[in-house]
């Protein structure tokens, strides 16, 4: 489903049975770029998902994962097999995918994490600049990130589910940090 020109929803609320998170494609013009990719059983309805819209699966080069929880990353090596992609989120995002274990949630299949993110970065992908946002305070465990590009002077904001912050459990305290979503005046913010 085409978001805007460039963007689309190949994933999420039981789009083609994909039933984890919403899965975005960014065509970066020669490359794809993912974010997110929901939970292992969800890959496959994503690469139809990506087939339908008449692009081609094998041109997704990177997968940028926003947290660790395992309906947005669960899928991760389901994707590097089916997409033969790179990965990339937050370094303590990665430490779970790389053990496989999320904190709150459990085991997954591991997989290695190429580039590992702090938040401040700016990727270059084909012709998109993606830029990297340190937003903790969803995921117990931290390693948050959102990601803003700029498409037609319009700032995209893919937060996974950065803007839900939960609240303290077992003394976990929430910390805050959206203060890098400030500011962005006629932005657009895609859950
Ligand atoms: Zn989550």
């Known amino acids: 489903m085409r978001i805007i020109d460039g963007i689309y929803l190949v994933g999420g609320a039981g789009y083609n049975l994909s039933g984890g998170c919403n899965v975005y494609v960014i065509d970066a013009g020669g490359e794809l770029i993912l974010v997110d990719v929901g939970h292992e059983g969800d890959v496959e309805y994503v690469k139809e998902n990506i ?3 008449d692009m081609n699966p094998r041109d997704v080069s990177t997968l940028l994962i926003t947290h660790s929880h395992l309906d947005h990353a ?3 090596a389901k994707a590097k097999e089916t997409f033969n992609c790179r990965l990339a989120a937050h370094e303590l995002t990665a430490k779970a995918i790389e053990e496989g274990f999320q904190g709150s949630q ?9 580039l590992k993110l702090r938040g401040g970065e700016t990727l270059i992908f084909g012709d ?3 830029e990297v ?6 995921t117990r465990e931290g390693g948050d990130l959102c990601y803003k590009i700029v498409v037609d002077g319009k700032v995209i904001l893919f937060t996974g589910y950065s ?3 939960l609240e303290g459990v ?7 940090g959206l203060a890098g979503l400030r500011n962005l005046g006629g932005s657009r913010t895609i859950p």
């Open 51 to 53: 087939t339908d819209e």
């Open 170 to 176: 077992d003394g976990w305290t929430p910390r805050v």
């Open 128 to 130: 998109i600049e993606v």
């Open 106 to 114: 459990g085991p997954f299949t591991p997989a290695e994490v190429e």
């Open 163 to 165: 803007l839900q912050v």
């Open 74 to 76: 669960g899928g991760a």
């Open 133 to 138: 946002l340190d937003t903790p305070g969803h």
